[in-house]
């Protein structure tokens, strides 16, 4: 019994030495990468300072304040790899009288250490997703970095295998000290590029957790909670930027449909047939006051144009507005599609706008576009294009033509329950042999 209990509380403390770790890793490798110039050294000293809290916590209790107690213990190690490296570089005589310099940093290193933490988080989120890294290896890192995630847990939300998650991590970190990627936020014409990243890495994550490319299931909340997590950081962090409130009232008036877009077997529930008393009111309410913020920002540009970010949340704050589906303003998600195309012109934008020009102007309007958009080298294997043009020769009574269209879509998606709605969709316009697995 007593082994039992002793066990429990063990458990106990580790699961919460985890949410310590997941609030405050990210504060804990900023303010150490700012001091040792490396995030990936600066990541080896915070995991030294959870190894210490592992081995001693379950012995004394978890502390009043653990997150100062992790920095604390941070603190530590970073003043102890900081005299090592002055050791070594004096032993190899390469530094001369900056040598002098650099030992007079470590007894303010402490001072250092407890600077406003604010400009080291949004140093680590420019870091963690600087251009000179791959898309793939920026999503890894800022989820390991920022967002406290381990290897194991990210691979499992990208279906990976955890090695090569493991290696494209390890491999972002040597990339960033071998470029010599300085720790700071860029400053002129070189920050509107380098927020675009950062927005994009995490709009990708909510965008994975919000509709999985593949898989058994249609979302992964998890991503989107994390996702959301992030985008809310770097509103505080950066609160100037129009962009940044336009990307977080995007994800937030998304997450809203979370509960009503998947049916109790897991299946997904499309738009215009959710139950939106089970869209979640708070969150679009604090998506509408970012798209507020967001607008009040660019007013004071003299109304410079709307960011891509800004449209799209404005898009769905349309969908958000309307109590029912025949109450959407779709004539202004027209229009507001048509200023995204030319903002930010994409074939997928143009698929998007053809599904509004549809439900605005009837299926003909929206099909003349779609039928455009299908030598589009770029949508060849794009699941959605045959998924859209098969809806809209339903709507017509093509009925032939839009089965062979969901076929086509339900043989190109990854996603298994996607897959099983676009075979049912294929199946209501009657007729067909049954699909095959595809390969």
Known sequence: MATDTHTSINSSINGAIDAVWRIESPRLIARLARIVRDVGIAEDLAQDALVAALEQWPKSGVPENPGAWLM?????????????????????????RELATRE????????????DV????????????????????????????????????????????????????????????????????????????????????????????YSATAGDDWMRPA?????????RILAELAPREPEVHGLVALMEIQASRSRARVGPSGEPILLLDQNRARWDQLLISRGLAAIARAEKLRARELDG???????????????????????????????????????????????????????????????????????????????????VRGDLLKKLGRMDEARAEFERAAGLTRNTRERELLIGRARACGGGAELSEPG
């Open 72 to 96: 604390a213990a941070a603190k530590h190690r970073a003043i102890d790899h900081f005299r090592r490296s002055t050791l070594l570089e004096r032993k190899h005589e390469e530094l001369g």
């Open 104 to 115: 007079m940093v470590v007894p303010d290193l402490t001072s250092a250490l407890d600077d």
């Open 118 to 209: 604010g400009d080291d988080l949004l140093r680590l989120v420019f870091v963690s997703c600087h251009p000179v890294l791959s898309t793939e290896a920026r999503v890894a890192l800022t989820l390991r970095l920022l967002g406290g995630l381990t290897t194991v847990e990210i691979a499992r939300a990208f279906l990976a295998p955890e090695p090569t998650i493991a290696q494209r991590i390890v491999r972002a970190k040597r990339t960033l000290a071998e470029k010599r990627v300085p720790f700071e936020v860029p400053r002129g014409p070189e920050l509107a590029a380098r927020l675009s990243s950062v927005l994009e890495v995490i709009y990708l994550i909510f965008n994975e957790g």
């Open 223 to 231: 991503l989107c909670e994390d996702a959301l997590r992030l985008g």
């Open 305 to 387: 144009p709307q960011g891509p970010y800004a449209l799209q949340a404005a898009i769905a704050a349309c969908h958000a507005r309307a109590r029912t589906p025949e109450e959407t303003d779709w004539a202004e998600i027209v229009a507001l599609y048509a200023e995204l195309a030319r903002l930010a012109p994409s074939p997928v934008v143009e698929l998007n706008r053809a599904v509004a020009l549809a439900m605005a102007f009837g299926p003909a309007a929206g099909l003349e576009l779609v039928d455009e958009l299908t030598s589009e080298p770029s949508l060849e294997n794009y699941h959605l294009l045959p998924s």
